[in-house]
């Protein structure tokens, strides 16, 4: 099967929201005080893409996750046909700058260009 210019425009696309998506996991790590690599971040070219249909709405979306050698997932985004996005990257570390508090993942949402972030905490033990 050949691919049209539609074709390979979609894919360019969906390799720049997901590398946005990526850098958008560093810098909220960084911004939590973490230092750059403390942990392996997603990266697109470890991602394992899918296309299937939104539960709710039957939409197409485009669904990625990262697994570890093991084949355990620590990061996982959906992006839909309107090109919201959402992801989640865990973390499992103690926050460097809150020893009360353990980061449990990161979360990004948003749009190209318009990503926000949150870090899902709990209490240390």
Not at 75 to 92: C, K, S
């Amino acid at each position: 099967m050949m691919m049209t210019i539609e074709d390979e425009l979609s894919c360019e696309m969906m390799r720049s929201d997901i590398d946005e998506m990526c850098e958008a996991f560093r810098a909220a790590m960084l911004n939590l005080g973490f230092a750059d690599g403390a942990i392996a971040l997603a990266a697109f070219d470890q991602c394992r893409i899918e296309m299937s249909n939104d539960v709710y709405d039957h939409e197409t979306c485009i669904t990625g996750r990262w697994l570890h050698a093991d084949g355990s997932q620590f990061a996982h985004l959906v992006r839909y046909a309107n090109g919201n996005m959402f992801a989640e990257h865990d973390v499992l570390l103690p926050h460097p700058q809150k020893p009360d508090m353990f980061v449990e993942a990161l979360e990004v949402w948003g749009t190209a260009g318009k990503l926000k972030s949150e870090a899902r905490l709990l209490p240390a033990l």
